[in-house]
């Protein structure tokens, strides 16, 4: 018994064929990849915040993206803020070619929480701090409720893990806030 198909080909030879498929493939690799660019752009997703210029904003409107950076920002600090929708909500992050995420000793993800969005957001919390547009404490406040919601969102196996981690980089960074002598450098 003989398993060939018929397929119609109406006329075309195999090398028309082929060639309408490469284009057809490549229509649809150029579409995926328009698609990926355009929902990986915070600024252009749908409910992203239009941040305002405020004269005297918080560390936490800057955070959230109600208040845009702060003016001198990007030439003193050498990067332009991220916006990124995390568990919280939006937040502008320093990116994270920049070295931006978690450090010491919290990674910025691990099997029971990802805490890098909200590691690069407190980052660039600290450079609001040195550029002399923030509160080291309301940028230490805004990581740990960020890591807390992210945690809500873990499984009930892997939440109180979640939430030990957040807690240690809470008290870590508590006792920073306590401590004479550790504030972030400023930029000179």
């Known amino acids: 018994m003989d398993a060939t198909v018929a397929i119609e080909t109406h006329g075309w030879s195999p090398h028309h064929l082929r060639h309408r498929a490469l ?48 003016a ?37 993800g691990g099997p029971f929480w990802d805490f890098g969005a909200q590691c690069r957001a407190h980052d ?24 807390k919601a992210t945690c809500a969102e873990q499984s009930a196996v892997g939440r109180p893990a979640c939430k030990t981690m957040a807690d240690s980089a809470h008290a870590v960074l508590w006792f920073g806030d306590v401590s004479p002598g550790f504030e972030p450098a400023g930029v000179s």
């Open 124 to 147: 660039y919390g600290y450079d609001l701090v040195r550029f002399g547009a923030g509160s080291r404490a309301e940028a230490d406040a805004q990581l740990y409720d960020d890591m």
């Open 72 to 108: 001198g920002f990007t030439t003193a600090m050498g990067y332009v803020p991220v916006l990124e929708l995390t568990p919280a909500g939006w937040r502008f992050t320093r990116p994270a070619d920049t070295h931006g995420g978690c450090s010491g000793p919290l990674s910025d």
């Open 23 to 70: 284009i057809l493939g490549a229509c649809l690799v150029g579409a995926l990849f328009a698609r990926s660019a355009a929902s990986a752009s915070p600024k252009a997703a749908q409910g992203a915040p239009a941040c305002r210029h405020i004269a005297s904003a918080t560390t936490t409107e800057y955070l959230t993206g109600v208040a845009c950076p702060p």
